[in-house]
């Protein structure tokens, strides 16, 4: 099961190709809204103002309203380009951004909307989890959640899955919103930028997904988190707090009625456990600013750099939906790899009852 998308924010459309989707799922063109507009720009202030339809196109792979098993070809045409705002910044790099890198290995400098590099990408990447997360559910009953779990410095003083979907920024404690509202004001404000964390989990996950070294499903989920733009740091479960734990407080231990805690996020040896699989990914400032910044040309020439146009204060507030795609499109490929060498959930009885599910 793979999935590649094409496409540059500033193109004509952007799309992505899913192979290997088996076939009779049940998909229409309105199913992908709900997604696509929970990861849009233009849907509250605190996001960047540019205002795409987003709508989608299924171009193949689906015939009367079910997948066929061919190739699933998604479209989305680009209606609100405005590549003027990139003169200025057109000879020169952002600091922090794609584009020097992208000039170090082409040579070619498209600035408009960062091209390949934009956050326009990861829209694609959400509609086909739309399909992995539908799937998922129906085949197996996993569910795919995030949240917004820290915006800079701010952290979630209560935990609410109901509050997730009820403000811009997929925040878990309704009582805090007003306090993150004026944090993104005054940082507008000022033309910075911040960074924040972003959890996601599944439930529901059967033990025995995952390959046990090449193609780990923590080591999958990783790679698959850290390709999202602006993404520098992935934990699986307690992470990088493993470092100070002691074996006896970061082991799980078990009983007849299942795990007694969740610190290895789901995952022992690459393989799902039966838990609650738990990730979540670091994601930096956005790079391109208003406040002024040292930096070079195209003729490596010293220049001060100047963004204006249409960008994220924090490009978290919009990735809480695409790191649920990229979890559901890994445990998809994983679902189907696992089905393919041990057969289908049941068919390998559990060692130890009891700790397979909960
Ligand atoms: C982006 C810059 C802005 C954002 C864009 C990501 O676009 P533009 O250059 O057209 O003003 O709106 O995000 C999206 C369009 C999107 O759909 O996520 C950037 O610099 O990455």
């Known amino acids: 099961f793979t999935v590649t998308t094409f496409g540059e924010s500033h193109g004509p459309a952007i799309g992505c190709v899913i192979d290997g989707c088996p076939p009779g799922l049940a998909i229409t063109p309105e199913e992908f809204r709900h997604d696509l507009e929970r990861r849009a720009t233009g849907k509250s202030r605190h996001t960047s103002a540019r205002r795409e339809a987003d709508e989608v196109e299924i171009l193949s792979g689906v015939y ?5 098993g061919t190739p699933i070809a998604l479209l989305i045409r680009n209606t609100d380009q405005r590549s003027k705002d990139y003169a200025n ?46 799937w998922l559910q129906q085949r197996y009953g996993v569910q795919v959640r995030g949240y917004l779990a820290q915006l800079g410095p701010v952290t979630p003083r209560a935990f609410d899955w109901d509050a997730v979907e009820q403000n811009p920024f997929f925040w878990p404690c309704a009582e805090q919103v007003p306090e993150l509202e004026s944090y993104m004001d005054a940082l507008r404000k000022s033309g910075d930028s911040i960074g924040a964390r972003v959890n996601v989990v599944a439930d529901g996950v059967p033990a025995g997904w995952g390959e046990p070294i090449y193609g780990k499903l923590d080591g999958e989920l990783a790679a698959a988190l850290m390709s999202i733009n602006a993404v520098k740091g992935v934990e699986i479960g307690d992470g990088f707090a493993a470092v100070t734990q002691k074996g006896t407080e970061h082991r799980d231990e ?7 805690s969740n610190h290895a996020g789901g995952i022992l040896g690459g393989i799902a456990t039966g838990q609650q699989v738990t990730a979540s990914m670091a994601l930096k400032p956005t790079s391109s600013l208003r406040l002024p910044g040292q930096t070079v040309n195209v003729e490596g020439q010293p220049v001060e750099v100047i963004t204006t146009g249409r960008h994220d204060p924090c490009v978290g507030i919009r990735a809480t939906p695409i790191a649920e795609a990229m979890m559901a499109l890994v445990l998809m490929d994983q679902a189907l790899r696992h089905r393919a060498q041990c057969g289908d959930v049941g068919e390998v009885p559990p060692h130890v009852p009891g700790t397979r599910g909960g």
Not at 64 to 68: A, I, L, N, S, Y
Request: hydrophobic share 30%; charged share 25%.
């Open 64 to 68: 009367e309203g079910r997948t066929t």
């Open 89 to 134: 910044i057109a000879q020169q790099f952002r600091p922090g951004h794609a584009d020097y890198s992208y000039w170090q290995k082409y040579g070619i400098r498209d600035p408009r909307g960062g091209g390949r590099s934009s956050a326009r990408e990861t829209t694609m990447r959400v509609a086909a989890g739309v399909i992995a997360k539908k």
């Open 254 to 260: 078990m009983s007849p009625q299942g795990f007694l």
